[in-house]
């Protein structure tokens, strides 16, 4: 199996405060994606970063990857109440096209 | 706006009266995935279509099957539902399967009595 662990589990912060998840996998991969979950609705896609890439940026957004350690991480700056909700990595095999191994996610709550 | 839709977003069934989830995609995306979510866990792959070419992922249950009769639909029909299958249902789209986003529709929570 490749799924990939984050952590923490869970993460506690105060809105203006920046987050941090981080996320492994097993196998060597094609790329690797960032989804956000609201509570009870479908998953949003965030980021995308390739395995030649080491470092992404998409606004409040910033994934590193590290594939010598098959490891990611998403740093939200600047946080928001509104950035509360559960946060999965998602890896793609590098042999084969079609599917996406999720993490079993972080959930972050973010306090006015 | 070009999306992805699930229907119903509840559906209560009995245990063991066949049910019947649908998904519709406004994308045109070839690829078209089921997942199912339990709670406070990752999204498993039940399985996917690539155009109408269907792959099982090797544990999902023979209870578990999917039916695609047009690029737009996709359905998750579970046979014999058993309390354990309670869960989100998450249908998604992809141009281009892992290599690119997917999609996600808003899910439908099944619960099973």
């Known amino acids: 199996s490749q799924q990939g662990e984050e952590d923490p589990q869970a993460l506690s912060i105060q809105e203006g405060e920046n987050a941090t998840m981080n996320c492994s996998y097993k196998t060597s991969i094609n790329n690797l994606q960032w989804y956000r979950q609201n509570s009870g609705r479908g998953l949003v896609h965030l980021i995308l970063?390739?395995?030649?890439?080491r470092e992404k940026h998409s606004g409040r957004l910033r994934v590193t990857l590290d594939t010598s350690k098959k490891s990611s991480s998403l740093l939200i700056t600047a946080s928001r109440a509104a950035d509360t909700a559960s946060y999965f990595c998602a890896s793609a095999r590098v042999s084969g096209y079609s599917t996406l191994t999720f993490g079993k996610g972080t959930m972050l709550l973010v306090s006015p | 706006d070009a999306m992805v839709i699930q229907n119903p977003r509840y559906q209560v069934t009995q245990f063991g009266k066949p049910v019947t989830l649908s998904c519709s995609q406004t994308?045109?995306?070839?690829?078209m995935y089921w997942y199912q979510q339990k709670s406070s866990q990752a999204p498993k792959l039940l399985f996917h279509y690539y155009d109408k070419d269907f792959n099982n992922e090797a544990d999902t249950p023979d209870n578990f099957q999917s039916r695609r009769p047009n690029t737009s639909f996709c359905f998750l029909d579970i046979r014999s539902p058993g309390l354990g299958d309670a869960a989100m249902y998450l249908c998604?789209?992809?141009?281009?399967?892992?290599?690119?986003?997917?999609?996600f529709g808003n899910g439908t929570r099944l619960t099973v009595t």
């Open positions: 998604a789209t992809s141009p281009e399967g892992g290599n690119s986003p997917l999609h």
């Open positions: 994308l045109n995306h070839n690829v």
């Open positions: 970063i390739r395995s030649n890439e």
